[in-house]
């Protein structure tokens, strides 16, 4: 149980297009999703923590209108990257919780974006 | 605000070895932490936390901690080490639940030797 995917697991796109990445919990409803960016040998940064049917909340430093995100149902997040450069390439990993499994961030396998 | 400190970001142990991931965090209250790893190009699977019952925790695959409020201290240990167990291990810290954002530390890589 407890199984998040994400998808796609790996895109490249040329620079200026958008990327839509997928985060689905599987099992379990997902009451919060959190959306990470890992960089090469680095650790996961939080960029942002949607909620279903509410606007995320995004960190500082992270520009809510080039990371779109939309958790539209209990089961699906979606983060769009807009109009991305090759310095958005990076590892995108989703997590989610849900009040009834005490609580835990279960992680998706992330998705890695090249920018061209 | 918490955060998380990994002392030594690479770690090399025989095979059979004890090992022994250090992290030390800072909180304003009491906190809720967790150890993860991550092997190549993929998510992170969680190998225990500590929510602030029974101060030694332990996890899958062998793997322990231990919280020791004193030293501010969640380091994880294995007494044996597997080939299997060479990946990237993360430390994170939450506070007002264990469900809330969690801050990383910067990571151990753990080698095993044969």
């Known amino acids: 149980g407890a199984v998040v995917s994400q998808h796609p697991s790996r895109v490249i796109c040329k620079s200026g297009t958008s990327v839509k990445i997928e985060c689905r919990s599987l099992d379990f409803q997902a009451t919060t999703m959190f959306w990470y960016r890992q960089f090469p040998k680095q650790s996961l940064m939080l960029m942002a923590t949607s909620n279903e049917g509410s606007k995320a909340t995004y960190e500082q430093g992270v520009e809510k209108d080039k990371f779109l995100i939309n958790h539209a149902s209990l089961t699906l997040s979606t983060l769009t990257v807009t109009s991305a450069h090759p310095e958005d390439s990076s590892f995108y990993i989703c997590?989610?919780?849900?009040?009834?499994?005490?609580?835990?961030?279960?992680f998706g396998p992330g998705t890695r974006l090249t920018v061209l | 605000a918490q955060s998380v400190t990994q002392l030594g970001s690479h770690v090399s142990v025989s095979e059979g070895a004890l090992v022994l991931l250090r992290c030390n965090y800072s909180?304003?209250?009491?906190?809720?932490l967790f150890w993860y790893v991550q092997y190549p190009n993929q998510g992170l699977q969680l190998l225990l936390k500590y929510t602030s019952a029974a101060t030694l925790v332990k996890g899958i695959n062998g793997f322990e901690a231990e919280f020791k409020k004193s030293e501010t201290s969640f380091h994880l240990t294995k007494p044996s080490a597997h080939m299997s167990d060479a990946a990237e291990y993360f430390c994170a810290v939450s506070i007002g639940t264990s469900g809330s954002r969690l801050t990383f530390g910067e990571g151990t890589q753990l080698t095993v030797n044969p």
């Open positions: 909180s304003s209250v009491p906190p809720y």
């Open positions: 997590s989610a919780i849900t009040r009834g499994r005490g609580d835990t961030q279960y």
